[in-house]
């Protein structure tokens, strides 16, 4: 029985932590996002656009965006070829939602899961910008993987460093930890 409550608890902290984070992160959107008299992007996708051309350039990718006339979304250009879209999806905080959500869940002393929520977020913002300079330099040079790049490399990249950052948590940081729980009953 203690072992289900725990569960229990882990789920009932995890989905309410997600809720309310993506509850403040859709209030958040609709007062900053604009699609009457024009369109205009989160301040948020700006930023990770106007990081991501800052990076492409340092590499001498010749990057280049512009806000799209027709939708919420930055087109991406590199040497004036128009190569992808970032749209909202594209800024990471979801994934930082659903990070944060999971050490919330798997909890630990409050002052070092913020340390570790804000470093973690912040990892995961960088590795976020160099995933998409890389997506769009792939897309422009191997224009027929560009399914299998976007669809697959790339979300898998940012996923399972979001994993191996949950795996850090649980091994180093979390107070609750499931592997001392399960190695006391076997």
């Given amino acids: 029985m203690k072992k289900n409550k725990a569960?229990?608890?882990?789920?009932?902290?995890f989905f309410v932590s997600y809720f309310i984070l993506s509850g403040l992160y859709q209030w958040y959107l609709k007062g900053d996002q604009?699609?009457?008299?024009?369109?205009?992007c989160c301040s948020i996708t700006r930023l990770v656009t106007d990081h991501t051309v800052a990076t492409g350039n340092a590499l001498g990718f010749q990057?280049?965006?512009?806000q799209h006339a027709e939708e919420l979304s930055f087109k991406l250009f590199?040497?004036?070829?128009?190569v992808a879209r970032i749209v909202e999806g594209c800024n990471s905080i979801s994934v930082i939602i659903l990070f944060w959500a999971f050490i919330i869940a798997f909890k630990g002393n409050w002052k070092k899961t913020m340390l570790f929520g804000l470093i973690g977020s912040s990892l995961v913002y960088i590795l976020n910008?160099?995933?998409?300079?890389?997506i769009v330099v792939a897309i422009d040079t191997y224009p027929q993987y560009s399914d299998f790049l976007h669809k697959i490399i790339f979300p898998a990249i940012i996923y399972g460093f979001t994993f191996?950052?949950?795996?850090?948590?649980?091994?180093?940081f979390a107070t609750q930890n499931v592997t001392k729980n399960e190695s006391e009953h076997v």
């Fill in 129 to 134: 910008i160099i995933r998409i300079v890389f």
């Fill in 34 to 40: 604009e699609t009457n008299p024009q369109y205009n």
């Fill in 78 to 82: 590199t040497k004036n070829n128009f």
């Fill in 63 to 66: 990057f280049k965006s512009e």
């Fill in 7 to 13: 569960v229990i608890l882990f789920l009932l902290r």
């Fill in 164 to 172: 191996l950052l949950w795996v850090i948590w649980v091994k180093y």
